[in-house]
T-cell receptor
Framework: GQNIDQPTEMTATEGAIVQINCTYQ??????LFWYQQHAGEAPTFLSY??LDGLEEKGRFSSFLSRSKGYSYLLLKELQMKDSASYLC??????????WGAGTKLIIKP | DADVTQTPRNRITKTGKRIMLECSQT?????MYWYRQDPGLGLRLIYY???????NKGEISDGYSVSRQAQAKFSLSLESAIPNQTALYFC?????????????FGPGTRLTVL
């Protein structure tokens, strides 16, 4: 079966750095997405990785290792508005998105 | 104006009632999707459509049906609603596979079945 694992919840301090991990086992791989979802709102796109390595976009970076079935999202200089759920999703061999359950990130002052 | 809209935004209904959730998009995308989201679970795909004449079942299609009336419109129906269909429902669109396939989501419909 297809499976994506993320921690359920993480807590971090404003101004700090946090890393959210995602491991996956899917039928094929055509890329990995990270989305942000504030409570009660729609998911919004953060990043896409299809090749191994680090993609940096402002305060957010995403890393992929296809051989290990592993990705992480790195958030720097945390702000209170970063409190949200972060969803990892893999595009499988049929180009369907398989979603993780999401990691709820709580930012404390 | 939002690119992907959903109506209604909230709905409370009773067991056995027929319900239709509507989705419209102005992004010009060919692909449209219906998901449900439950606490502690990931987004689960109900149905998807790659163009007006193409409808496909997703992971959890039982108890649901869809209609793709036009490129811009994709409706989800619950023929006879039951309480375990209480969830947050999202419509999404994307351009085409083989590319980015980034999905753009509507604001969601919160459905409660009593």
């Amino acid at each position: 079966g297809q499976n994506i694992d993320q921690p359920t919840e993480m807590t971090a301090t404003e101004g700090a750095i946090v890393q959210i991990n995602c491991t996956y086992q899917t039928s094929g791989f055509n890329g990995l997405f990270w989305y942000q979802q504030h409570a009660g709102e729609a998911p919004t796109f953060l990043s896409y990785n299809v090749l191994d390595g680090l993609e940096e976009k402002g305060r957010f970076s995403s890393f992929l290792s296809r051989s290990k079935g592993y990705s992480y999202l790195l958030l720097k200089e945390l702000q209170m508005k970063d409190s949200a759920s972060y969803l990892c999703a893999v595009l499988d061999s049929n180009y369907q998105l398989i979603w993780g359950a999401g990691t709820k990130l709580i930012i404390k002052p | 104006d939002a690119d992907v809209t959903q109506t209604p935004r909230n709905r409370i209904t009773k067991t056995g009632k027929r319900i239709m959730l509507e989705c419209s998009q102005t992004k010009g995308h060919d692909r449209m999707y219906w998901y449900r989201q439950d606490p502690g679970l990931g987004l689960r795909l109900i149905y998807y459509s790659f163009d007006v004449k193409d409808i496909n079942k997703g992971e959890i299609s039982d108890g649901y049906s869809v209609s793709r009336q036009a490129q811009a419109k994709f409706s989800l129906s619950l023929e006879s609603a039951i309480p375990n269909q209480t969830a947050l429902y999202f419509c999404a669109t994307s351009d085409r596979a083989g590319d980015y396939n980034e999905q753009f989501f509507g604001p969601g419909t919160r459905l409660t079945v009593l």
